[in-house]
């Protein structure tokens, strides 16, 4: 489906040339904020890990509908609300009957995304579940959020255009020192296309034997979902039980006959529901999706995205933002609040402070405003890009800096 545009020409690829482009991805951002918001205002104390997932998702399918009303156009949630607490790393996003409530002092991490037309914006952040909303986060809890916060800051500044994609784990390993915490492995930051939510293209948390990516440099006008997940822990993934696996992708280069009634059924229920984005068996109408599921994962129609775990006792902190690399800087899109941490660790490293202090825009070239008197005779006077004039048509993005 990345092959076509929005009015169904094939074989052009749009991206952020293309300012109707980046008007969908910012459409998607802002349903994206406003989610994550209404479950972040949500996290309390008794709240119910699966009515946060359902809120969440609820708001994404709500707010699409509102928008682009006149085009026949895919829209809604791009990545199903997870709600993952403590050590569990991420992809919990529970069924109905579920009854896992959130304590005082959890550290929950919520992970969702929308997308307008296939233009992905996703999001992911992490609270400490407190009663008094303004005491400081302390503690193990607090190094990870610092870390990941502050590796998101740096990972930011790093991916964009002219910078290599080799150039972005050390500077994240670093990081991860200073807080003496551990960047969690296999986590990979995405580029994103049209009906794509991984790419390619890719970013890895963190470098190790197991895990390996093609290097290459960041180009103006790609879209990335940085990734940063945290643990005070070792950072090894674990899946314990893949019965808890609940989040699942069409695999889209595969095809196989289906045998059982209930696999034709959830099978076809996936291909005109959730075609090319995750989806959670939540959200699934068969009465028999468990039973239908297997045969389909059997034959590698779908991919599933198992429950993660670190080791019990450690905390697990994660942060993702969707970022636009416009000609004039990297532009945030997606983000939220972070609450006030009080860790007794902190950035040391002089070149990584200065990277922090950077700014996210580009400074812009042939600044002597005298030199340019304006267009010689027959001469075209310096146009702005359809991405350019759009950036410059919205507010500066917030960056949080610690």
């Known amino acids: 489906m990345s092959d076509y545009d929005s009015d169904g020409e094939e074989g052009q690829e749009l991206d952020l040339s293309n300012s109707d482009v980046v008007t969908k991805y910012k459409a998607a951002a802002d349903i994206t904020n406003n989610a994550l918001a209404a479950v972040i205002k949500a996290a309390k104390a008794g709240a119910k890990l699966v009515d946060l997932c359902t809120l969440g998702d609820k708001s994404i399918e ?41 304590k005082e002092g959890d ?5 969702l995304g929308s997308h307008i037309d296939g233009f992905v914006a996703t999001a992911a952040h992490t609270v400490v579940v407190q009663s008094d909303a303004e005491a400081p986060v ?7 959020v610092a870390a990941a916060n502050t590796a998101l800051e740096a990972a930011i500044r790093l991916i964009r255009p002219g910078k290599r994609i080799s150039e972005v784990t050390g500077v994240l390993q670093q990081v991860a020192e200073a807080y003496r915490v551990n960047m969690v492995e296999g986590v990979l930051s995405h580029q994103l296309k049209q009906f794509v939510i991984d790419g390619n293209k890719c970013v890895l948390n963190k470098a190790s034997p197991e895990y390996r990516v093609e290097d290459g440099e960041f ?81 590698g129609l779908l991919h599933p995205y198992p ?22 800087g990297s532009d945030r899109i997606t ?17 990584l402070k200065k990277l922090l202090a950077s700014s996210v825009k580009s400074k812009k070239k042939n600044k002597p405003k005298k030199k340019k008197a304006g267009p010689k005779d027959g001469e075209a006077g310096e146009e702005k890009t359809a991405g350019e004039a759009a950036e410059e048509a919205t507010k500066e993005e917030q960056v949080r800096l610690l």
Request: hydrophobic share 35%; with cysteine.
């Open 62 to 102: 709500d707010a699409a509908a509102k928008v682009f009303k006149g085009k026949t156009i895919e829209k809604g949630v791009a990545f199903p609300t997870c709600t993952s607490v403590n050590n569990v790393i991420g992809h919990v996003s529970p069924l109905a009957e579920d009854t896992t409530e959130l």
């Open 138 to 144: 302390m503690g193990k809890a607090a190094d990870v």
């Open 219 to 299: 180009e103006e006008n790609e879209v990335y979902g940085i990734d940063i997940v945290v643990s005070s822990g070792e950072g090894k993934v674990r899946v314990l039980d893949e019965k808890e696996t609940t989040v699942y992708k069409r695999a889209l280069d595969q095809e196989y006959k289906l045998k059982l009634k209930a696999s034709r059924s959830i099978f076809s229920e996936i291909n005109k529901k959730h075609p090319t984005m995750p989806f959670t068996t939540r959200n699934l109408d068969s009465k028999q999706s468990r039973l239908g599921l297997v045969e389909c994962l059997n034959h």
């Open 307 to 328: 429950v993660l775990h670190e080791k019990n006792g450690e905390v697990v902190a994660q942060f993702k933002a969707t970022v636009l690399l416009m000609p004039n």
């Open 335 to 351: 983000a939220a609040p972070v609450q006030k941490v009080e860790s007794d660790k902190k950035v040391e490293s002089e070149e």
């Open 107 to 111: 550290v929950l991490k919520i992970d």
